[in-house]
């Protein structure tokens, strides 16, 4: 015999009678109490950047968009996904946001929208050694001054805050 319920608000406990009949007469009626837990509500992971801008100069090699950032999660121990994407000053076929596949995490990145997506179940220490990786570039000369990057992470419920990190464009250092 299992017990089931969907009622919204189930209470902390029910109580079930069970009784046998043989056909001539009823059993004694014994009772069974069943204690209701609630699963407590998820609590969606932390992203953080470190303080200041990233400098990166016009043309010059990819550059560690934070390799600060950190992620928490108090009720987790594996994330499943993060998308980290250039919000602002994003100019689509030179600004890139690359990724080397990392374990059971792996990347892909739409150039037309800069959103590189990871995915894959790994511990959230694999994760924030993924997203201090994520490097930056870009391959022309940049119009916009400086570009938003935007990390947010999933545990599998639900997504993390938005935490953004400035890349601030300058000339080029080489």
Do not use: C
């Not at 009626?29 to 509500?41: H, V, Y």
């Not at 690359?98 to 929208?113: H, K, L, S, V």
Request: zero cysteines; charged letters at 15%; glycine letters at 10%.
């Amino acid at each position: 015999m299992t017990f089931h319920t969907t009622a919204a608000s189930p209470g902390t406990s029910r109580t079930v009678e069970f009784l046998v009949n043989d056909g001539d007469a009823g059993s004694n009626t014994a009772t069974k109490a069943i204690d209701i837990t609630t699963p407590p509500p998820n609590i969606a992971p932390v992203v953080t950047t470190s303080d200041g801008a990233t400098p990166y100069g016009n043309g010059d090699p990819a550059v560690a968009v934070d390799g600060g950032v950190t992620v928490s999660d108090a009720n987790d121990t594996n994330l499943e996904g993060a998308r980290v994407s250039v919000t602002g000053g994003y100019e689509a076929g030179t600004d890139t946001l690359t990724f080397e596949d990392q374990g059971a995490i792996t990347g892909t990145y739409d150039p037309e929208n800069g959103i590189l997506t990871l995915s894959g179940t790994a511990s959230i220490a694999d994760y924030q050694t993924a997203l201090q990786s994520i490097k930056f570039q870009t391959s022309g000369t940049a119009v916009e001054p400086s570009k938003t990057i935007k990390f947010v992470v999933n545990d599998g419920e639900a997504d993390s805050n938005a935490a953004t990190k400035t890349i601030s464009v300058g000339p080029p250092t080489f």
